[in-house]
Nanobody, 125 residues
Framework: QMQLEESGGGSVQAGGSLRLSCAAS????????VAWFRQAPGKEREGVAV????????IYADSVKGRFTISRDNADNTLFLEMQYLKPEDTAMYYC??????????????????WGQGTQVTVSS
């Protein structure tokens, strides 16, 4: 079974930037959509961005469009999330996920069954 491990979280001030990474082991991302989600305390897990590892096409949540960029390095089997112009409302635990199944929105957490352990992002005002 694929294993995912996130890194790169931290604390920044509003307007700052962070770059998250997600490394996959045992299996490759190849041909699997891979995505970033986030979950703030007391809130549901929400999809942030997804990328097709075969075509490179991307989809973003409206709340992060123009500020976040998802990318992947298929050779290194690593997924990235470049976050700029961070806002306090971006504060959350960020997770990567792979291999959606079923129907519905590609940014729906219920479609993913492989998850990393998460990395915390805290943005102060």
């Amino acid at each position: 079974q694929m294993q995912l491990e996130e890194s790169g979280g931290g604390s920044v001030q509003a307007g700052g930037s962070l770059r998250l990474s997600c490394a996959a082991s045992k299996y490759t991302y190849r041909n699997l959509p891979v995505a970033w989600f986030r979950q703030a305390p007391g809130k549901e897990r929400e999809g942030v961005a997804v990328i097709s590892t075969s075509t490179g096409s991307t989809i973003y949540a409206d709340s992060v469009k123009g500020r976040f960029t998802i990318s992947r390095d298929n050779a290194d089997n690593t997924l990235f999330l470049e976050m700029q112009y961070l806002k306090p409302e971006d504060t959350a635990m960020y997770y990567c996920a792979a291999g959606p199944s079923g129907s519905g929105s590609i940014l729906s957490a219920s479609r993913y069954n492989t998850w990393g352990q998460g990395t915390q992002v805290t943005v102060s005002s």
